[in-house]
T-cell receptor, first 114, second 113 residues
Framework: DTEVTQTPKHLVMGMTNKKSLKCEQHMGHRAMYWYKQKAKKPPELMFVYSYEKLSINESVPSRFSPECPNSSLLNLHLHALQPEDSALYLC?????????????FGDGTRLSIL | SQQGEEDPQALSIQEGENATMNCSYKTSINNLQWYRQNSGRGLVHLILIRSNEREKHSGRLRVTLDTSKKSSSLLITASRAADTASYFCATDTVNTGFQKLVFGTGTRLLVSP
């Protein structure tokens, strides 16, 4: 069982909908990450949060809006997405966002945009 | 931009055989990590090797790092059907401040009973 929990596991939404992806970890980690993974491709970093502050935004379009309400939770708010945004969205955490840290991944949310 | 290239793209072996995957990268790194991803699941961390280390072992896994050639290899010995998965290398590059993993293209490993 993964120690990083993501909900929902699957999400289908229209281009005009607003939805949110949720990620939770209880390992006391202070760094959390969002990745996007297209089919048969490697994960690509979207955002890095360190101590609940947004530290890295990899030039992600504003239709993706991350939020870190506390050290255990990470949300990704979605609005007006495009069909090309269909992908597996992975959340990860590590003890801190600096140094030699392994990352712990959730099983992802598979998102389909109609 | 993608940092790592892995080869082979796909590898098919029999149980009990060894599997070797290679990763090449382009810029200086703090560390290199290997992850496994089973179909439809998240990534599982396997091994982290620091830039000043040359070899690391964990159970049936052996990782080497050659910073002069900007390359790494992952060896899985005595493979099992349960090792069937995609394997990714990921580099944490120097001078980015915060950890920013860039994943390689991945190797799809199929281990047949």
């Amino acid at each position: 069982d993964t120690e990083v929990t993501q909900t929902p596991k699957h999400l289908v939404m229209g281009m005009t909908n607003k939805k949110s992806l949720k990620c939770e970890q209880h390992m006391g980690h202070r760094a959390m990450y969002w990745y996007k993974q297209k089919a048969k491709k490697p994960p690509e970093l979207m955002f890095v949060y360190s101590y609940e502050k947004l530290s890295i935004n990899e030039s992600v379009p504003s239709r993706f809006s991350p939020e870190c309400p506390n050290s255990s939770l990470l949300n990704l708010h979605l609005h007006a997405l495009q069909p090309e945004d269909s992908a597996l969205y992975l959340c990860a955490s590590s003890q801190v966002a600096r140094g030699n840290q392994p990352q712990h991944f959730g099983d992802g949310t598979r998102l389909s945009i109609l | 931009s993608q940092q790592g290239e892995e080869d082979p793209q796909a590898l098919s072996i029999q149980e009990g055989e060894n599997a070797t995957m290679n990763c090449s990268y382009k810029t200086s790194i703090n560390n290199l990590q290997w992850y496994r991803q089973n179909s439809g699941r998240g990534l599982v961390h396997l091994i982290l090797i620091r830039s000043n280390e040359r070899e690391k072992h964990s159970g049936r896994l052996r990782v080497t790092l050659d910073t002069s050639k900007k390359s790494s290899s992952l060896l899985i010995t005595a493979s099992r059907a349960a090792d069937t998965a995609s394997y990714f290398c990921a580099t944490d590059t120097v001078n980015t401040g915060f950890q920013k993993l860039v994943f390689g293209t991945g190797t799809r490993l199929l281990v047949s009973p």
